[in-house]
């Protein structure tokens, strides 16, 4: 049952007040603070976001791992938060972070978002790089095959 | 079970293969061409994706409705995709675009991410907004309450 005076809270208060979703989780949007890019988009449970508020360093929960983690624990690649910001219905937070190291995607690359997708076109759809240069190797950094 | 010659030709080929999550749904992170701000984090389902694909105009789906809507359909504030990009596992998408009319939230602001969260301290947060003044009135807009 959706309580609409708790909907007008979230969107008109001062409370921080997440709504997780099933899983315990709230979407996380970190952009690069100098460039403006989309460098992920990413998970964050209780913990994470708690974490990330009082340390100022992006923390985030992996679905796939099913734990916390800090980005850059392997590869030293962290992120500083300048900013921190939450959406109408408190589903989504978004980082303006300064971003350490060469890249925040484990491809190595310095955005997740390295590839585009052609619009105004019908049918099978082909992607296309940008700015799909590595900027390190994530074998070196993270030990992968 | 994880394929992992799927992943990589997911993270590294250019097929565009969205990976929906278990409601059938990728994330979708739009951002304002021109000043960069995160507009709105929403879902799209196949649908949605190729629709905004073939158009070149934001489609979603909306979770709470549990249908597909153009952005703008009842408000005219309609998003014109300039760029997509898809990340490396695809499961979100990020669309940059010109934002038709005042604001692309349904409170009336410009952005859905009109207060900020304070950093680096402890205990009970309060937030702040940010340029959380309404571009337009959401109940001349929508007749809601």
């Given at each position: 049952m959706i309580d609409e005076s708790q909907n007008q809270d979230r969107e008109e208060g001062l409370a921080l007040a997440p709504k997780f979703d099933a899983d315990g989780l709230v979407t996380c949007v970190a952009t690069d603070v100098w460039t403006g890019d989309v460098l992920m988009v990413a998970h964050m449970n209780e913990e994470a976001l708690r974490r990330t508020i009082e340390t100022g360093e992006a923390w985030y929960y992996s679905r796939s791992r099913g734990s916390l983690w800090k980005k850059g624990e392997s590869s030293g690649h962290t992120q500083r938060v300048t900013e921190m910001r939450v959406d109408c219905d408190q589903d989504a937070v978004w980082i303006r972070v300064e971003q350490n190291?060469?890249?925040?995607?484990?491809?190595?690359?310095?955005?997740?978002?390295?590839?585009?997708?052609?619009?105004?076109?019908?049918?099978?759809?082909?992607?296309?790089?940008?700015?799909?240069?590595?900027?390190?190797?994530?074998?070196?950094?993270?030990?992968e095959k």
């Open positions: 190291g060469p890249g925040a995607c484990h491809t190595g690359r310095q955005s997740c978002f390295y590839r585009a997708v052609p619009l105004r076109q019908t049918g099978p759809v082909t992607l296309e790089f940008r700015n799909a240069d590595r900027a390190f190797d994530p074998h070196a950094i993270y030990g």
